[in-house]
């Protein structure tokens, strides 16, 4: 879990796209280098008031996501990896983006 600044944690209250870090997980794993968006209006209400929603900057804190394999698959939202929201942790994240706000 240390970081060489090669995949920088996902500073708190970003609202813009991440990815899944590679050297997290193996190669197998179907959410290896995903891209994931969350927030207000992409996971349900309850969980985005549990706070499920946002980053908080606390590396255990558990969000809930959608990913999807590829950049254009999400832009266009298409093909979502597992066809609902999946709960992962901050840890495992990093922002595609060095902007705090990257949403379109």
Known sequence: MENDGKYPPVP???KGVFRVRPDMIGSD?????????????????ID???GQGEFTGNP???????FYHTYED???????????????????????????NNYW
């Open 12 to 14: 708190k209250g970003y």
């Open 29 to 45: 794993n179907m959410f290896y280098e995903a891209y994931g968006i969350t927030g207000k209006g992409i996971i349900e209400d």
């Open 48 to 50: 985005y008031l549990e």
């Open 60 to 66: 255990h804190h558990i969000i809930k996501a959608i």
């Open 74 to 100: 999400l832009k266009n939202r298409e093909c979502m990896i597992q066809g609902r929201p999946v709960r992962i942790k901050e840890h495992l994240l990093y922002p595609v983006s060095n902007k705090k």
